[in-house]
C-alpha cells in the first residue's frame, strides 16, 4: 500500500482546494510561497539525505512506491512540500479569521525559552545527533528570525504551530506506529509521544519557521517595492 503518497494527498488536498476562499485568497501568495517551500526543501532534503545515508531514520519499502531521488523516496521528497503548503494555508487563514495576535505578548518569552533551553538541552546529548541538529538548528533559526523581523510575525506563527499539532499528530502518528518511517534510537533522546519521538516536534517547528520566514520576507519586500516612493 502506498499510505505515504496518500498521507501527502490527504495533507495538501484541502488547502489546495481552499486556496480560492474569497476571504483568504490563499492563491494570491503564491508567488511568495513557492519560493519559500524551495527554500525550505532544499535546505531539509539535504538534511533528510544525510540522516537517512547515516542510518539516523529511513524508510519502509512496503508503504511507498518504489521512486527515489537519490536515496529519499518520491513520498519524502513531496512531504517538503505538502505539510509547508498546508501549514502556511493555516497560517494565512488564522491570520484572516482572528484578527486579534493572540500570542504576541508572550512570542518573545517563548523564543527566549527556545533559544536558552534547547542547546542546554543538546549539550548533555551530544552524541544523539538527531537531538543536537534538530535544537541547535531551531534556536540559531530563532536568533536569525528575530535579528531581521524582530517578534512581529512570531505571535502568529506560534499559534500556527499550535493548531498544526492536530494534523502533525495524525499524519506522523501514522508514519511512525506502522512503521513508514523508522528512527534509531541512539540518535534521539527515546522519548515518544506514542510513537511519534520528540525531536520530531521540534524538527517540524523548525522547517514551519524557516518557510514563514521566507515567505513574509518576500511578502515584506514586494510590500516595500509597491510603496516605494517615485523619485522627484
Known amino acids: 500500500m502506498y499510505i505515504y503518497l496518500y498521507l501527502n494527498i490527504f495533507t495538501i488536498l484541502f488547502p489546495l482546494l481552499l486556496s480560492f476562499d474569497k476571504k483568504v485568497?490563499?492563491?494570491?501568495?503564491?508567488?511568495?510561497?513557492?519560493?519559500?517551500?524551495?527554500?525550505?526543501?532544499?535546505?531539509?532534503?539535504?538534511?533528510?539525505?544525510?540522516?537517512?545515508?547515516?542510518?539516523?531514520?529511513?524508510?519502509?519499502?512496503?508503504?511507498?512506491?518504489?521512486?527515489?531521488?537519490?536515496?529519499?523516496?518520491?513520498?519524502?521528497?513531496?512531504?517538503?512540500?505538502?505539510?509547508?503548503?498546508?501549514?502556511?494555508?493555516?497560517?494565512?487563514?488564522?491570520?484572516?479569521?482572528i484578527a486579534k495576535d493572540l500570542l504576541q505578548?508572550?512570542?518573545?518569552?517563548?523564543?527566549?525559552?527556545?533559544?536558552?533551553?534547547?542547546?542546554?538541552?543538546a549539550v548533555f546529548q551530544v552524541g544523539r545527533l538527531y537531538t543536537v541538529v534538530t535544537f541547535c538548528g531551531l534556536s540559531l533559526l530563532h536568533l536569525v528570525h528575530l535579528r531581521f523581523f524582530g517578534t512581529r510575525y512570531l505571535g502568529r506563527f506560534y499559534l500556527m504551530y499550535v493548531v498544526h499539532l492536530v494534523p502533525f499528530l495524525l499524519v506522523n502518528g501514522v508514519l511512525t506506529y506502522l512503521p513508514v518511517v523508522w528512527y534509531n534510537n541512539s540518535y534521539n533522546l527515546g522519548l515518544r509521544l506514542v510513537s511519534i519521538p520528540v525531536e520530531d516536534t521540534m524538527y517540524s517547528m523548525f522547517m514551519l519557521l524557516l518557510t514563514i520566514s521566507v515567505y513574509e520576507g518576500l511578502r515584506e519586500r514586494k510590500t516595500a517595492k509597491q510603496y516605494k516612493p517615485l523619485a522627484v
Open 25 to 97: 485568497a490563499f492563491y494570491k501568495n503564491w508567488p511568495a510561497l513557492f519560493p519559500a517551500i524551495f527554500v525550505n526543501a532544499a535546505v531539509f532534503m539535504v538534511w533528510d539525505s544525510w540522516f537517512t545515508g547515516i542510518g539516523v531514520w529511513g524508510f519502509n519499502k512496503e508503504y511507498l512506491t518504489g521512486i527515489y531521488i537519490y536515496n529519499l523516496p518520491l513520498e519524502e521528497v513531496l512531504f517538503f512540500i505538502t505539510v509547508p503548503y498546508a501549514c502556511v494555508f493555516i497560517y494565512d487563514v488564522l491570520n484572516a479569521y
Open 105 to 121: 505578548p508572550y512570542a518573545k518569552a517563548i523564543a527566549l525559552a527556545l533559544i536558552l533551553a534547547l542547546p542546554l538541552i
